[in-house]
């Protein structure tokens, strides 16, 4: 089952993003939130396709914001998390700590669950 979160900065920024796939394509699709250095935007990126690239300018210059790079200060909570290491080898997790953020360039982005869980 995915679900959505909801990402929100200090500075004003406000966005959502997707995790995880459906009960139809969970094999295929793992939506996840990422950093598009080019557009320095948050995009949703499907981390299963063969090329990652930003849906607005189709650069592959794009990090999910589970990579120590776009991480701030670290949290205890786990926010979200999906399961992939069978196909990326590792879990896909956002906790309650502080992330960069792509409107003011601050690690003040927080990320909480959102309100959307399919199936």
């Known amino acids: 089952m995915g679900c959505s979160v909801e990402a929100i900065c200090d ?9 995880g796939g459906g009960k139809a394509d969970f094999e295929s699709v793992c939506h996840f939130p990422a950093y598009c250095e080019r557009c320095q935007l948050m995009v949703s990126v499907n981390l299963l396709a063969k090329t990652l690239r930003c849906p607005h300018c189709r650069s592959r210059r794009v990090r999910s914001y589970d990579h ?24 896909l997790a956002l906790h309650d700590g502080t992330y960069l953020c792509p409107a003011c360039g601050r690690f003040t982005l927080r990320f909480s669950k959102g309100g959307i869980d399919w199936d």
């Open 11 to 19: 500075c004003g920024f406000n966005a959502s993003g997707l995790i």
């Open 68 to 91: 120590p790079s776009l991480q701030g200060r670290t949290g205890n909570e786990e926010v979200v998390s999906w399961n992939v290491s069978d196909r990326l080898g590792r879990v």
